[in-house]
């Protein structure tokens, strides 16, 4: 997602960007509960790609963290099982779409799941004879309590200038001089036309013939 602040300054800017990061909260595998691991990959490997896989819910506002909970009614946890075994030459992959909701009445699970249009995430690969069977607990969190909680792969901003060209200024320049100008630039902003002689500026993608657009 992109959008554009305006009407403010870079404090307001950055306090966002830190919000984003580090304080929205979301549900994330947490705790995982091994039964059977067969396959090359250690259980606090595994553990922690599970607790990478992005969940998808609605209700994350509503759910407490486990230090929060105070009654039975406070919503802190649902639980995946996954059981995979291979039972076929080659490679096996275990991806998101084997995580089984638990409690589906939750709402929860994880990204793209069982959807045929998009990939699901892969876990780990199995061979013939190998076997992973696990229980995936998922909890509340936010970016400051670890990087699995954080809701997004990047926060960043960065200035959009307002460019304002001096038609006068322009006019009294000569071809060389614009050519000059345009070259001066090593992010391509400007464009002459040897034609029209006018400096064109580059604005959303396009090119602007009106040198006095912002």
């Not at 994880?110 to 780990?124: D, Q, S």
Request: hydrophobic residues 40%; glycine residues 4%; charged residues 25%.
């Amino acid at each position: 997602m992109v959008f554009e602040l305006t009407n403010t300054d870079v404090s307001s800017a950055n306090a966002l960007r830190r919000v984003m990061i580090a304080e929205v909260p979301t549900i994330a595998i947490d705790l995982v509960e091994m039964e059977n691991n067969t396959t090359v990959l250690n259980d606090e490997f595994l553990a922690h790609r599970l607790g990478l896989i992005p969940l998808t819910s609605d209700e994350a506002t509503n759910w407490k963290r486990p230090f929060e909970w105070s009654s039975d009614h406070d919503m802190i946890e649902t639980s995946f099982s996954l059981d995979v075994t291979c039972t076929v030459d080659g490679v096996m992959d275990v991806t998101s779409n084997d995580l089984i909701p638990m409690y589906p009445e939750h709402r929860v699970q994880p990204a793209n799941y069982n959807t045929p249009e998009e990939k699901p995430i892969v876990i780990c690969k199995l061979r013939r004879g190998q076997q992973l069977k696990l229980v995936a607990r998922a909890r509340k969190g936010i970016g400051k309590d670890h990087a699995k909680f954080i809701p997004v792969a990047t926060a960043v901003f960065q200035f959009k200038p307002r460019i304002v060209l001096s038609h006068s200024a322009m006019a009294d320049m000569t071809d060389d001089e614009k050519q000059a100008f345009v070259h001066s630039d090593p992010s391509k902003t400007f464009k002459f036309n040897p034609i029209t002689r006018m400096v064109r500026l580059r604005r959303d993608g396009d090119w602007h013939p009106d040198p006095g657009a912002g």
